[in-house]
């Protein structure tokens, strides 16, 4: 055997184990990587093995709209367009629904339609749980108890429990008993109210805490029916005496214990608006925080009105009172009554009132001179809305109609004109022709009704520093601006005419 062999052999098999571990370690580098990828390869694998056992549904995107947002989208369509969406498909159809239920109004309907309507809404209780704003014309009559009618409503309006406004003809407690919404607004649109439903009236609303209108713009009541105490329930059907206590009588004289307010001072906590008689709103008034009171003057002072004490009453409220509507209902209102309501507002509401709307049934002259001589009792008054509800009396004699007399005679047009520039050289007080003829052709094309409410407003705001906005019988109103003393100094009027307005 050679010498040496061996050996060598030996030191390439020492070489090759150590470079083993080299190659090892040049191969742990890529691993990761490559693990990683196959990793990745399984779970792709993985889940293509699911999505070919299991399938997933795909859900169109018109149904993850939000009602809310079909709803108003579709409430810009008509009624006959909202029902035709109902009919598209399901996900329409719930916008489309709300948009015909939540402002429900039947007055305009015949009584058969408006009975359908209502036996739908007392068998489907989901559609009537749309309904926010309810009005109708008619009810089941009160002698008709236990017909089928009267059932139909009263579970009808037990199903619109997210009810918030309800104008009805009449109060009935036999279709609102059982009810569990709870009102915002409340309006009642009869002529007259028995006792009986005054009181129970007075009680259903003690259920009512988040009210905060109340509206009965047509009742005709002269004072309050008497308060039924716990303990004696036959003076519910006692008739009120002449000389019973209300509360439109004078703040001077107390209230007898034993006759306490019909109306508790835990009813209606949050109450801010209330339009209805004196009577009422005079009752209404303290311990709730009234933001505006609309007054219809149903009877003279020959009558027994007694305007100081209804405003007293009113003036308990003076913390948030800010708007007062005083409005007559017919023209057998006369302008001593009118004069002496206005004055008393002033009087006892003045220091806090900020718009005043007065309705007028008279002729203007008569109104703007009873403004003069109120307004400055109004020390925090705003706005002044003079409103019209009927056409004025016919004058007693015919207006004088003749065109207004030119700028200049055409005649001597230009020999005016001459002399005035030459006055206007030498005159240093005198203004340039052009500011002149500027100003007069102002004046000529300003209509003269704007001219006189003009005058009017200028004496006004004297008067009444604190007036920002003032709404004439024409219509047209008037913005009053401050202005600096420079401005003043350039003869720049501190009011100037924003258009005509439309009453509300």
Known sequence: MPTGLGRRASELEERGEAEEPQ?????????????????????????????SSSPVQKT?????????LLA??????????????????KAFSQGALRTL????????????????????????????????????????????????TTVTFAIAFNNMNELRSLTLPRFDLRLLCHTTFSLQRLALLCKNISENDFHAL???????????????????????????????????????????????????VPTPPTSPSPIPPTVLPKLRRVHGPVAIAAALAPGRPLESVKLPIQYTLYDGLRP??????????????????????????????????????????????????????????????????????????????????????FPPSPLLEFPLPPASPPLSAGARTSVSSFASAFSPRAPPPSARSSST???VDTPFPRVHERAHLALWCKTCPSLKRVFFLSGAEWAVLPRSPVEAAFGLPPFEFVGYTQPT
Not at 29 to 48: F, G, I, K, N, T
Not at 222 to 249: I, K, M, R
């Open 23 to 51: 190659h090892a370690r040049k191969r742990s580098v890529s691993l990761p990587a490559a693990a990683q990828a196959a990793r990745w390869r399984e779970a792709v694998a993985h889940d293509e093995a699911q999505a």
């Open 441 to 443: 052709a102002a004046a």
């Open 202 to 252: 007075v009680t259903w609303l003690g259920r009512q805490p988040t009210l905060e209108a109340l509206s009965f713009p047509r009742l005709l009541i002269h004072e309050l029916p008497a308060s039924v105490s716990p303990g004696s329930p036959s003076v519910l059907h006692t008739p009120p005496t002449p000389d019973t206590p209300t509360n439109d009588s004078d703040a001077s």
């Open 72 to 89: 108003a989208a579709f409430s810009y369509a008509s009624r006959r367009d909202a029902l035709s969406l109902a009919q598209v498909s």
């Open 308 to 393: 100081s004490a209804v405003m007293s009453a009113l003036a308990t409220a003076r913390a948030t009172l800010k708007t007062l509507t005083i409005r007559p209902v017919s023209t057998k209102i006369d302008a001593r009554t009118l004069e002496r309501v206005v004055m008393s507002a002033g009087a006892e509401l003045g220091d806090f009132v900020e718009t005043l709307e007065v309705h007028w049934v008279m002729d203007d002259e008569g109104l703007y001179k009873l403004i003069v001589s109120i307004l400055g009792r109004f020390r925090a008054l705003h706005t002044l809305r003079l409103l019209r509800d009927s056409p004025p009396p």
């Open 60 to 68: 169109p995107a018109l149904s993850r709209v939000s009602p809310d």
């Open 101 to 148: 239920y939540e402002n429900l109004d039947l007055r305009n309907v015949d009584d058969s339609r408006a009975m359908q309507c209502m036996a739908s809404l007392a068998s489907r209780r989901h559609v009537a749980s749309l309904v926010k704003n309810f009005a109708c014309r008619t009810l089941p009559p009160p002698d008709d108890a236990m017909s089928l």
